[in-house]
């Protein structure tokens, strides 16, 4: 199995081969995580440290079951409560950890940027959880794997990304996976949603749903990241699931076995209508859930052996 990195701060430095090896891991975790029994001794004896700068109840407890499953000891540390906001820089966090000896760090920050940083100062293998408006590797890792299981490849696919573009960086990372694995990527949405220039990295642009869902495989929606918005974006919320919104109307314009994704958590009514999120034959959303263990189990596996053979390394 070749797997190079040190750290997987994103999409963007991996080779094709990395990524297949990496879901191709992911998918022995897939049937471990389905037994009774769904511990393995892969991570015996390291710690794993989850620092949250941002909220997100779904992605951390995804990454402390996968630690948990692969044997580690794992720990959360409470950054909204932690020294951080005593005004402590990163830096010094970064110090402060180096004196704990972790192994494996996941962090999820604000800034883009910051997960980059951390790993520059810190004597262990990172995993970036998501940073700012950057990247979020492992999401979209983990929507390859769904993908890959729903349609039997991953490479030669039409797959449209809709909805609020600009503040995603789960789009971002989607975006640089499957362009890498040879897809063609359309993304869908009001203009004031998908940043300038974006023709320029290879993708479609449509603003029109239903001409951009129009004989696809699979239809990728994004929510609306409000909290990051600092302006009129969208009229309403009404007008935009009228427009952009997902529904049968608009679903039918895709290939009759195509699916739908949302990385979560979702906003009924306004991104997606309740019933295709629900729809058993069309909708992998739970799917999804279920493959972020598997391919964050996977990532820290990877990371490990990449540590075990690096002991000077990890002893200076």
């Given at each position: 199995?070749?797997?190079?990195?040190?750290?997987?701060?994103?999409?963007?430095p991996?080779r094709?081969d990395?990524i297949?090896?990496?879901?191709?891991?992911a998918?022995?975790?897939?049937?471990?995580?389905?037994?009774r029994e769904?511990?393995?001794n892969?991570?015996?004896g390291l710690?794993?440290i989850n620092m949250?700068?941002?909220?997100?109840?779904?992605?951390q407890?995804s990454?402390?079951i996968a630690?948990?499953?692969l044997?580690?000891?794992?720990?959360?540390?409470a950054m909204?409560?932690?020294?951080?906001?005593?005004?402590?820089?990163?830096?010094?966090?970064?110090?402060?950890?180096?004196?704990?000896?972790p192994?494996l760090?996941?962090?999820?920050h604000?800034h883009?940027?910051?997960v980059d940083l951390?790993?520059?100062?810190?004597n262990?293998?990172?995993l970036?959880?998501?940073d700012?408006?950057?990247?979020?590797?492992?999401?979209?890792?983990l929507?390859a794997l769904?993908i890959?299981?729903?349609?039997?490849?991953?490479?030669r696919l039409?797959?449209?990304?809709?909805?609020?573009i600009?503040?995603?960086?789960?789009?971002?990372?989607?975006i640089?996976?499957?362009?890498?694995?040879?897809n063609?990527?359309?993304?869908?949405?009001?203009s004031?949603?998908?940043?300038a220039?974006m023709s320029?990295?290879?993708v479609?642009?449509y603003?029109?749903?239903?001409?951009g869902l129009?004989d696809v495989d699979?239809?990728?929606m994004?929510?609306?990241?409000k909290?990051?918005?600092?302006?009129?974006?969208i009229?309403s919320?009404?007008e935009?699931?009228?427009?952009w919104g997902?529904?049968?109307?608009?679903?039918s314009?895709?290939?009759?076995d195509?699916?739908?994704?949302?990385?979560g958590?979702?906003?009924?009514?306004?991104e997606?209508?309740?019933?295709?999120?629900d729809?058993i034959?069309r909708s992998?959303?739970?799917?999804?859930?279920?493959?972020?263990?598997?391919?964050?189990?996977a990532?820290m596996?990877l990371?490990?052996?990449n540590?075990?053979?690096r002991?000077?390394?990890?002893?200076?």
């Open positions: 199995m070749r797997f190079d990195q040190r750290h997987l701060l994103g999409i963007e991996l094709p990395e297949t090896t990496l879901l191709d891991l998918e022995q975790y897939v049937t471990l995580s389905r037994r769904k511990h393995s892969v991570l015996s710690t794993q949250f700068f941002e909220n997100s109840t779904r992605t407890a990454f402390e630690g948990q499953r044997g580690a000891d794992v720990m959360n540390m909204q409560a932690s020294s951080i906001k005593k005004g402590e820089t990163l830096i010094d966090t970064a110090l402060t950890l180096n004196a704990m000896h192994d760090l996941v962090v999820r604000p883009s940027g910051a951390l790993a520059q100062k810190v262990c293998a990172v970036n959880a998501g700012g408006r950057h990247e979020h590797p492992t999401q979209a890792l929507d769904t890959r299981r729903a349609k039997g490849r991953l490479h039409n797959i449209a990304i809709c909805g609020d600009a503040h995603s960086r789960v789009a971002r990372s989607n640089l996976l499957l362009q890498k694995m040879e063609r990527v359309r993304l869908v949405g009001p004031t949603l998908i940043p220039g320029e990295f290879g479609e642009i603003d029109d749903m239903r001409k129009e699979v239809v990728m994004l929510r609306l990241q909290e990051r918005m600092d302006g009129g974006f009229p919320e009404r935009y699931y009228h427009r997902l529904d049968a109307d608009k679903l314009h895709a290939k009759p195509a699916i739908v994704m949302h990385p958590p979702m906003n009924r009514g306004v997606i209508d309740g019933t295709i999120a729809d034959n992998v959303i739970q799917e999804q859930v279920e493959m972020g263990v598997a391919v964050r189990m990532a596996d990371l490990a052996r540590l075990r053979a002991p000077t390394e990890l002893s200076a």
